[in-house]
């Protein structure tokens, strides 16, 4: 499994959970190889070369779909150079500040951001990807004018650090991330990147609370092959693959770092796929966004 999520995320600790069970169940050893960058396009190349024998997949974060829009040269395109096998997992994200941002709502964030254009700045795991295309989505909903600052996909810690200590003012992170720093009052959360409230933060609003025009395209990690690998072996392992997903340990490890598996056939990925990508298209044309 050729993987372009980065090591030690939450999608790459969920393809390591998922794929020592696969391997029990198939009888054949999986191995995990990581190739990030390229906005998913290094891994998928390979995986192409690979041939359609059904030996060598991809496992890709949401990029894979969005990054042909936001990014120049970029030659796969994962609805006709791929086939989907399963859905893996998604993220609960929260839109957190550091304290030094003067907002204690998100109302008064994006009142903030509009009297000092460009002073809020927010991250991302690169351009074209999810987290970028939800801040996108968020400015272009709410008016709120932010500043964007862009990390490689192997930059997670980095990107997380540099928010925690107040190099970036907002973020997207998972509970897990920022809660000791929360409990500290090193952070706060303003809203759940969801259309309702997080369990664990019960007080907290989700952002169609307070933002309900604001449609926000939740990323996802997933399992793919090459084009015209046979349909009996994308069924095989799509079966495999969601049967891991239903573990009991792997549900509750997941749930642990924020994470939820999501499995789902062959059909049904394909489905969410084209919704999505054509969720993102209009984001990018409503906001006249450009390859870059």
Known sequence: MVSNSASGSPGD???????PKVSATLGQPVVVETKGGGGGQIAAQDVMRAG??????????SMIVTSK???KNV????????????????VTNLLAVHSSVPANSLKELVEY????PAKVSFSSNGIGSSLHLQWIGFMVSTG????????????EAI????FLTGRTSASFIPYSSIRPHLEAGKVKVLAVISDQRYKRLPDVPAVSEAFPDYKFSL????????????QPIVARLSGEIQKALKEPDVIAKLEGIDVEAMGNSPEAFARLLKTYEATVATLVKTAKLQPQ
């Open 13 to 19: 600790i969920a393809l390591r959970l998922v794929a």
């Open 52 to 61: 359609p024998d059904g030996y060598t997949l991809m496992y890709s974060t």
């Open 69 to 71: 829009y936001l990014l």
């Open 75 to 90: 030659t796969v395109d994962v609805m006709r150079d791929f086939v989907p096998i399963s859905l893996a997992a998604r």
């Open 113 to 116: 951001s509009r009297r000092n």
């Open 144 to 155: 709120a004018d932010m500043f964007h600052v862009p990390y490689g996909s192997g930059n």
């Open 159 to 162: 990107r997380n650090n540099d």
């Open 219 to 230: 990323g996802f990690w997933g399992f793919f092959g090459p084009a015209r690998i046979p």
